[in-house]
């Protein structure tokens, strides 16, 4: 089945750097993906949809300044937290859908990040 | 936004079914139901989907009313590893993934 991979699986930054998450499809491509964000014992919220070659296109109330996404190719997203400060710590995870499957989504399995 | 509703937590012996229900009143015509269920600190993983028919793979059953407006995923032999946040979703193929709270499912020795 598809497989998508995400990287690091865990990060620890200082306040005011800024990190960045990488999202790969390995054996299938993803002229889309979405970035989610998920809080300690909350569900999974969409922040964006990454679209390869164009602009990602944002959730209601998440800050594109803040959160900048690049899918540069068909097999690439990524997502940089850019001034990070302790709220944005949190599970972010990517997700993408091969469309020559027939089922739905495959999740990355995440990452944590961790702004001290 | 999430259009279904589940039961917040269920537990369940291990080694019987479990039965997760999912109301989703106001799906439309083209929408699926997809259920994904995600352990602690990992990302979600797919279970099974389906559209009028009732669906059953190597891990799971689902069962779709005749009006559509609910659903039942059955995991017919609970195992400890099932233990997990169930997600029903319903969704238009090709669009985005809105979670709802899901079911927190415990299965019990």
């Known amino acids: 089945g598809a497989v998508v991979s995400q990287h690091p699986s865990w990060v620890i930054c200082k306040s005011g750097t800024s990190v960045k998450i990488e999202c790969r499809s390995l054996?299938?491509?993803?002229?889309?993906m979405f970035w989610y964000r998920q809080f300690p014992k909350q569900s999974l919220m969409l922040m964006a949809t990454s679209n390869e070659g164009s602009k990602a296109t944002y959730e209601q109330g998440v800050e594109k300044d803040k959160f900048l996404i690049n899918h540069a190719s068909l097999t690439l997203s990524t997502l940089t937290v850019t001034s990070a400060h302790p709220e944005d710590s949190s599970f972010y995870i990517c997700?993408?859908?091969?469309?020559?499957?027939?089922?739905?989504?495959?999740f990355g399995s995440g990452t944590r990040l961790t702004v001290v | 936004d999430a259009k279904t509703t589940q039961p917040p937590s269920m537990d369940c012996a291990e080694g019987r079914a479990a039965n997760l229900p999912c109301n989703h009143s106001?799906?439309?015509?083209?929408?699926?139901v997809y259920w994904y269920r995600q352990i602690h600190s990992q990302g979600p993983q797919y279970i099974i989907h389906g559209l009028k028919n009732n669906e059953t793979n190597e891990m799971a059953s689902l069962i779709i009313t005749e009006d559509r407006k609910s659903s039942t995923l059955i995991l017919p032999h609970a195992t400890l590893r099932d233990t997990a946040v169930y997600y029903c979703i319903v969704i238009l193929t090709g669009n985005q993934f809105y979670f709802g709270t899901g079911t927190s499912l415990t299965v019990i020795p």
């Open positions: 054996d299938f491509q993803a002229t889309t």
């Open positions: 997700s993408a859908r091969d469309q020559q499957a027939n089922y739905g989504y495959t």
């Open positions: 106001t799906i439309s015509g083209n929408e699926y």
